[in-house]
């Protein structure tokens, strides 16, 4: 079974930033995608960001854009989310998830993914 192994969230002052990291493992081709996505107290879980392993494109949400930034790391199996200016509605619990792809696919529609991490919690403070 595919395992995603989400770290890096912590306390951080607002226009910090914080790298969250994902290792998957289980699945070893590159016909998948990894979705960033979070969930606030009261809120909806809504997708960040996500990358395709078929072509390393990306998507972001319109909240992150320009700030955020999703790369994968030399291993291929571990995905990163760099976070700059950082702002406290950015506080959430952060969970990277998994979907196998046969086509490159950037989906931030949290439905469409079949694996998740346990997520990491990120605080900003103001």
């Known amino acids: 079974d595919v395992q995603l192994q989400a770290s890096g969230g912590g306390l951080v002052q607002a226009g910090g930033s914080l790298r969250l990291s994902c290792a998957v493992s289980?699945?070893?081709?590159?016909?998948?995608?990894i979705g960033w996505f979070r969930q606030a107290p009261g809120k909806e879980r809504e997708g960040v960001s996500c990358i395709s392993m078929r072509d390393l494109s990306t998507n972001y949400a319109d909240s992150v854009k320009a700030r955020f930034t999703i790369s994968r790391g030399n291993a291929k199996n571990t995905v990163y989310l760099r976070m700059n200016s950082l702002k406290p509605e950015d506080t959430a619990v952060y969970y990277c998830?998994?979907?196998?792809?046969?086509?490159?696919?950037?989906?931030?529609?949290?439905?469409?993914?079949?694996?998740w991490g346990q997520g990491t919690l990120v605080t900003v403070s103001s």
């Open positions: 998830a998994f979907v196998h792809t046969t086509v490159a696919m950037t989906t931030l529609i949290p439905d469409e993914y079949d694996y």
């Open positions: 289980g699945f070893n081709y590159d016909d998948y995608a």
